[in-house]
């Protein structure tokens, strides 16, 4: 086989690791091109929402070779009328479902970057009323990586679902609102908030000077987490380029007892909550 065959294939799900689900779409895929490399991204996020799993996608696509193909399955809609789409953006390729996970993707990509999936020659017969991931979104995948362009799985669309990620917001000169997008497997808080949010607030004066409010606890923004005492909450400008809230040694979504959609406030060490 040629280069093509050799393409990546990651998967972004909801389906956990208890169940066979992803086995079975990387059988699938295998199936049809047996010298595809598939890529576990994540299958721990939240079940039945979209929204995080488009955080998660958004932030972690532009590590994999230009040419990857990245499927993402989070369906409460699956068996419904909701469409399977194909987008396009910065040399990659997305598969999903039209319920907003790709839209992030879709609204990067510009325009005629998505497109409806409606040529069923390329899915798995008969298509289960209750797995996509399986039917449709793998084998697409799998056909993909063997160089089938885009155009053959169905006509561009501009009608797709859009979804906007939250932004924080600005309060008055001296601090920023925003929220919690994601909670990773170590309990540390991955906020809305990105690390020119922060210089932009910071101004003249060193970022450090900020803190952050959450939960009724402030916390220092540092460089690294070794800078404050095990056990003790902390921020940091994560590997994203995210501001996430986080205990040393700690689980710091179960110390604060907040999670997806808490509010924090960043301010001045001077600065008056809610100033």
Same mark, same amino acid.
């Given at each position: 086989?040629?280069?093509?065959?050799?393409?990546?294939?990651?998967?972004?799900?909801?389906? $956990?690791?208890?169940?066979?689900?992803?086995?079975?779409?990387?059988?699938?895929?295998?199936?049809?091109?047996?010298?595809?490399?598939?890529?576990?991204?994540?299958?721990?996020?939240?079940?039945?929402?979209?929204?995080?799993?488009?955080?998660?996608?958004?932030?972690?696509?532009?590590?994999?070779?230009? $040419?990857?193909?990245?499927?993402?399955?989070?369906?409460?809609?699956?068996?419904?009328?909701?469409?399977?789409?194909?987008?396009?953006?910065?040399?990659?390729?997305?598969?999903?479902?039209?319920?907003?996970?790709?839209?992030?993707?879709?609204?990067?990509?510009?325009?005629?970057?998505?497109?409806?999936?409606?040529?069923?020659?390329?899915?798995?017969?008969?298509?289960?009323?209750?797995?996509?991931?399986?039917?449709?979104?793998?084998?697409?995948?799998?056909?993909?990586?063997? $160089?089938?362009?885009?155009?053959?799985?169905?006509?561009?669309?501009?009608?797709?679902?859009?979804?906007?990620?939250?932004?924080?917001?600005?309060?008055?000169?001296?601090?920023?609102?925003?929220?919690?997008?994601?909670?990773?497997?170590?309990?540390?808080?991955?906020?809305?908030?990105?690390?020119?949010?922060?210089?932009?607030?910071?101004?003249?004066?060193?970022?450090?000077?900020?803190?952050?409010?959450?939960?009724?606890?402030?916390?220092?923004?540092?460089?690294?987490?070794?800078?404050?005492?095990?056990?003790?909450? $902390?921020?940091?400008?994560?590997?994203?380029?995210?501001?996430?809230?986080?205990?040393?040694?700690?689980?710091?979504?179960?110390?604060?007892?907040?999670?997806?959609?808490?509010?924090?406030?960043?301010?001045?060490?001077?600065?008056?909550?809610?100033?």
């Amino acid at each position: 086989m040629g280069d093509d065959a050799r393409r990546v294939i990651t998967l972004l799900t909801d389906f $956990g690791g208890s169940d066979p689900f992803v086995g079975v779409m990387k059988g699938v895929i295998l199936e049809i091109n047996p010298d595809a490399v598939i890529v576990d991204l994540y299958h721990g996020t939240t079940a039945h929402d979209p929204s995080e799993a488009a955080f998660v996608l958004v932030t972690s696509y532009r590590y994999f070779p230009k $040419g990857t193909i990245h499927v993402a399955v989070v369906d409460p809609g699956v068996g419904g009328p909701r469409r399977p789409i194909l987008a396009t953006c910065d040399g990659h390729l997305f598969v999903g479902p039209d319920n907003g996970l790709l839209g992030p993707i879709a609204e990067r990509g510009g325009p005629s970057s998505v497109r409806a999936i409606t040529a069923a020659r390329y899915f798995l017969q008969p298509v289960s009323a209750t797995f996509h991931g399986r039917d449709v979104f793998a084998p697409v995948a799998g056909h993909l990586s063997l $160089g089938a362009e885009p155009d053959r799985f169905g006509h561009p669309i501009e009608d797709y679902v859009r979804l906007t990620l939250p932004r924080p917001s600005q309060r008055g000169a001296r601090s920023i609102t925003g929220e919690i997008l994601h909670v990773d497997r170590f309990g540390n808080l991955v906020t809305n908030i990105a690390g020119g949010d922060l210089e932009l607030l910071a101004s003249e004066r060193p970022m450090t000077s900020l803190v952050v409010q959450i939960a009724g606890r402030t916390a220092p923004i540092v460089a690294y987490y070794a800078q404050v005492a095990p056990g003790a909450p $902390g921020a940091v400008i994560g590997s994203a380029d995210y501001l996430e809230i986080f205990v040393h040694q700690g689980d710091a979504s179960r110390l604060l007892r907040v999670g997806r959609g808490a509010e924090l406030v960043i301010s001045s060490e001077k600065a008056e909550p809610g100033a």
